[in-house]
């Protein structure tokens, strides 16, 4: 594809011929940095697949609760229940590959 740079200035070119374009301003802001390579680092949107983990959660604490899984020693149970209960959703759309 296109350099970053030079897709904005395109776009901005394309926006003001349409008359689309309202304004052109300076905006200051944080962008991070490559530590490696020092360049910086261009946020891309992307979907997000998550997995909703509080249904899952629940037969998980029920089975504790009922017996039928024992922690050893049992204080641990307190960190499970404690961990399962606050539980957050799971993001499996990996967005670094793995060996980074």
Same mark, same amino acid.
């Given at each position: 594809?296109?350099?970053?740079?030079?897709?904005?200035?395109?776009?901005?070119?394309?926006?003001?011929?349409?008359?689309?374009?309202?304004?052109?301003?300076?905006?200051?802001?944080?962008?991070?940095?490559?530590?490696?390579?020092?360049?910086? @680092?261009?946020?891309?949107? $992307? &979907?997000?697949?998550?997995?909703? /983990?509080?249904?899952?959660?629940?037969?998980? #604490?029920?089975?504790?609760?009922?017996?039928?899984?024992?922690? @050893?020693?049992?204080?641990? $149970? &307190?960190?499970?229940?404690?961990? /399962?209960?606050?539980?957050?959703?799971?993001? #499996?759309?990996?967005?670094?590959?793995?060996?980074?």
């Amino acid at each position: 594809g296109m350099d970053r740079y030079d897709a904005r200035e395109k776009i901005v070119s394309e926006l003001s011929n349409l008359n689309l374009l309202v304004k052109i301003e300076d905006h200051v802001h944080d962008v991070g940095e490559c530590y490696r390579c020092k360049t910086t @680092i261009e946020p891309l949107l $992307s &979907k997000q697949w998550f997995v909703k /983990m509080k249904p899952l959660a629940e037969p998980a #604490i029920d089975a504790v609760r009922e017996g039928k899984v024992k922690f @050893i020693p049992d204080r641990f $149970s &307190k960190i499970y229940y404690n961990w /399962m209960e606050n539980i957050q959703d799971w993001c #499996i759309s990996r967005q670094l590959w793995w060996g980074h």
